[in-house]
């Protein structure tokens, strides 16, 4: 310590017994306080608030450090199932849902995870959980009856919720037409994501005559096809969806339009 700095420091110790002396307590500690910085600083070590003297050094050199997890995902399965569902734009069965949300976001959902999702949207329903939307079911068109493994969105008008003998077949082929002209836009987008949603278009393809014919995976043949049988059948789809989308508007609570009747719950049927 320098004479200098035994001076400074004498006189801060001067200066506290004086506050001691006239009962300024305040003062006494904000001086002794400034004598402990300046024993400090005296003995070498970094004065208060001079971070840059303090930092810790870390140069080194660039590593890659393996990772023993991997990160969470960016969405939440509801997030994913739910931007699945808007994209597809039909009610649609829940693994066809869950292929898709797959390769369009990478991230799988599981079918237990599916289940325990339709059971939180009817449990945030009830408690009026502020969402956009909520995954409700499919409901058939004659009790509307919620139908097992069909899901849709609440924001979807209900003529689109709801199921008659035509509409699984017609959601379906219009389903299929909208993911062969994604599948094409993406192919020259995103070329990652589109080999993996070519194997579901060409999945749901195979049972529509003519959309697989010829070699590889013809986007315009698959929507060709599905569209060439998608419009008569919506001649009768969409008139029968509308007369039951009438009928449950004048008998069902706002509820029972979302979540079905509970008479009893329809089996999946085949697209």
């Known amino acids: 310590m320098s004479s200098r700095q035994d001076e400074v420091s004498l006189g801060l110790v001067n200066r506290v017994a004086d506050a001691i002396r006239a009962g300024d307590r305040d003062e006494a500690v904000r001086l002794t306080r400034e004598l402990e910085r300046a024993l400090t600083t005296a003995a070498g070590a ?9 930092a810790p050094d870390f140069a080194a050199q660039p590593a890659v450090v393996p990772m023993t997890h991997a990160p969470a995902p960016a969405r939440s399965a509801r997030q994913v199932i739910t931007g699945a569902l808007a994209e597809i734009g039909v009610a649609c069965r ?3 849902v869950a292929d898709y949300a797959e390769a369009r976001f990478g991230q799988r959902v599981e079918a237990r995870m599916l289940a325990a ?36 969105l609440s924001d979807w ?4 919720r709801l199921l008659g003998p035509w509409s699984e077949r017609a959601d379906h082929l219009a389903a299929t037409a909208q993911l062969a002209r994604q ?3 993406l ?13 579901v278009v060409a999945g749901m393809a195979a049972s529509i005559p003519g959309a697989l014919d010829g070699p590889g995976l013809d986007t315009a043949r698959v ?15 969409e008139p029968w969806r509308r007369e039951a989308a ?10 029972q339009q979302l979540w079905g009747t509970t008479i009893g719950v329809v089996a999946e049927g085949e697209a």
Do not use: C, H, M
């Open 46 to 54: 970094p004065a208060a608030g001079s971070l840059a003297d303090s």
């Open 94 to 96: 829940a693994k066809i």
């Open 187 to 199: 192919s020259e987008r995103d070329a990652a994501v589109a080999e993996r949603l070519a194997p």
């Open 117 to 152: 999702l339709r059971r939180d949207e009817r449990r945030a329903w009830e408690k009026n959980t502020a969402r956009p939307t909520y995954v409700v079911p499919a409901l058939e068109g004659r009790y509307f009856q919620p139908v097992r493994g069909l899901l849709t």
């Open 246 to 255: 009438a009928r449950a508007r004048g008998q069902l609570p706002a509820d």
């Open 183 to 185: 599948l094409a836009w």
């Open 157 to 160: 008008p209900l003529e689109r």
């Open 223 to 237: 929507a060709k096809a599905a569209e060439a049988e998608f419009v008569p059948l919506a001649e009768r789809d």
